[in-house]
């Protein structure tokens, strides 16, 4: 069972057994993103966190996906209010002031929301790769599948993977 928390209606956490993800809502009717390989395999999602309550949990379908890109769309069963932020449709600048929002290792770390800063470094991914960005907030297991918002509260990217220097 993956858990996807969902606060202050906007990000949730995606949970499945022991493992969790994150997610951010984008259509007040219940619709959430993340990443494919948050929900990759799972046969049961559950989303938690929703106006900031961490006990109750709902189910949430699977609606699209895109392996690819490592997005998938999910569905809950109500609503989810006023979305407080925009999405930015067009690239961040390099060197643009950059937040990551999410759920890093909610079992260790707890299940407040966690948010970290940084700068967009590239405006491409590994191997120039034009659909990613790199940036320098720091993120770990369990931000995958939360936004990276601008220094204006808009939603630039979601965070997917990070790099093991070792």
Not at 50 to 71: F, P, Q, R, S
């Amino acid at each position: 069972m993956k858990k996807l928390l969902l606060i202050l209606l906007c990000l949730p956490m995606i949970g499945f057994g022991q493992s969790s993800g994150t997610g951010f809502a984008i259509h007040s009717d219940g619709y959430i993103a993340t990443n494919f390989h948050v929900i990759d395999g799972k046969d049961k999602l559950t989303v938690k966190g929703i106006n900031g309550d961490y006990n109750k949990t709902y189910e949430a379908i699977v609606v699209k996906t895109d392996k690819m890109n490592d997005l998938a769309i999910l569905k809950l069963d109500i609503s989810l209010g006023t979305i407080p932020y925009g999405i930015k449709i067009s690239k961040e600048d390099v060197a643009a002031n950059v937040s990551a929002i999410g759920y890093p290792l909610p079992d260790l770390q707890g299940y407040e929301i966690k948010i970290t800063n940084g700068i967009i470094n590239s405006n491409s991914g590994l191997k120039d790769d034009p659909r990613w960005y790199q940036h320098s907030a720091p993120i770990q297991p369990g931000n995958s599948g939360g936004p990276l918002i601008n220094e204006h509260g808009n939603i630039v990217g979601i965070n997917n993977s990070g790099i093991d220097n070792q």
